[in-house]
């Protein structure tokens, strides 16, 4: 009986002190009144706004990694060529016709530029009154000619793949005919026509051309290029020297050179009107191509320019409207 009476008394104050911890304590302010506990009511905790998550970025495929090709080994390769380049040093060189020989080689050249030299020459045939130019046994026919005087190997362009021949025929008293041959499309083909070609001893190619004025039978000038162009305009013509001035004065009068003033003769010199008096002398230096205009030069050095005009009829020029021999007295035929 002790024992429950114990047990009772444990549960009891057990019971006590549990509702002790579940009642809450009043609070008595100090006037005395007894004040309600007041109730607070639980405030929710707004939750932390989520932003929306960011679509990832798409990944950029990745381009699979192609291994470099291996160089390819080229077979070693020869040294270019050094391109042929003829020899043009010797040129130009001038061949003069025996006339005694019917036929002959001239030249050993490489014409066309192909590495190999051709031969180059001549055959002349009284029967067909025919010249003949050879190259390599190439026949290039001059039909109606008299005699070859004489061909001239020569480079006039060098922007051409090849050098040009100028076969010289003299057509009978003293009527040249100069004309142009050269390779072209594997042959030889003729190209421009000139008169009198000739090679002077600088090198230079000159066109003699005829004049027949003042007792000048003809004058030259230099040319140049395929088609043979002058390189002036004026015909220079043979002028005495000072020392033939000098010391052979009477035999130039006798043979028209200088010649002899009868009347006076309107000119110009310096670029001035004037007049050359009647009993002077002069000698003819040049002739323009016009063929109105001649240069004298006086005894004493001066250079006059004089007007001319040519008489189809007569055959003959005129200065100042007289036939040139009445103008001069001394002037002989050009032969």
């Known amino acids: ?42 405030q929710e905790t707004p939750a932390p706004e989520q932003n929306e998550p960011e679509p990832a970025a798409e990944a950029e495929p990745t381009a699979e990694a192609t291994p470099e ?7 070693p390769t020869e040294a270019p060529a050094t391109p042929y380049t003829p020899d043009l040093s010797a040129l130009p060189i001038e061949y003069r016709i025996d006339w005694d020989r019917k036929e002959g080689t001239m030249f050993t050249y490489d014409v066309d530029f192909d590495g190999e030299a051709e031969k180059i ?19 290039i026919a001059f039909p109606g000619s008299c005699v070859l005087d004489r061909v001239i190997l020569v ?20 009527d040249y005919i100069t004309t142009e041959v050269h390779p072209e499309n594997g042959a030889f083909v003729k ?19 005829r004049t027949d004025l003042l007792g000048t039978k003809d004058g030259a000038r230099s040319v140049s290029g395929e088609k043979l162009e002058p390189d002036s305009e004026w015909l220079e013509v043979y002028t005495p020297s000072e020392e033939d001035l000098k010391t052979n004065r009477d035999g130039l009068i006798e043979l028209g050179t200088l010649l002899h003033l009868k009347r006076a003769v309107n000119c110009r010199i310096d670029g001035k009107p004037t007049t050359l008096k009647k009993g002077s002398y002069v000698y003819m230096t040049r002739f323009h191509e016009s063929r109105m205009i001649v240069e004298v030069r006086t005894e004493d050095g001066r250079t006059a320019l004089i007007s001319v005009d040519y008489d189809p009829n007569e055959y003959s020029y005129l200065i100042g409207g007289r036939d040139q021999n009445k103008v001069f007295d001394n002037i002989f035929y050009a032969d």
């Not at 090709?69 to 077979?75: A, L, V």
């Not at 002349?124 to 130019?133: H, W």
């Open 1 to 42: 009986m002790k024992k429950i009476a114990v047990f009772l008394m444990c549960f009891v104050m057990l019971l006590c002190t549990a509702c002790a911890e579940s009642k809450p304590a009043e609070v008595v302010p100090e006037g005395g009144e007894k004040t309600e506990p007041i109730a607070v009511e639980p």
């Open 69 to 75: 090709p291996e160089p390819e080994t080229e077979p």
């Open 121 to 139: 020459s001549y055959r002349l045939d009284e029967k067909e009154n025919a010249t003949y130019i050879l190259v390599d046994g190439e026949s």
């Open 155 to 174: 480079d006039l362009d060098p922007e051409t793949p090849w050098v040009n021949l100028l076969v010289v025929i003299d057509m009978a008293s003293d």
């Open 191 to 209: 190209g421009v026509e000139k008169e009198f070609i000739s090679l002077s001893s600088d090198g230079r190619l000159y066109s003699y051309e």
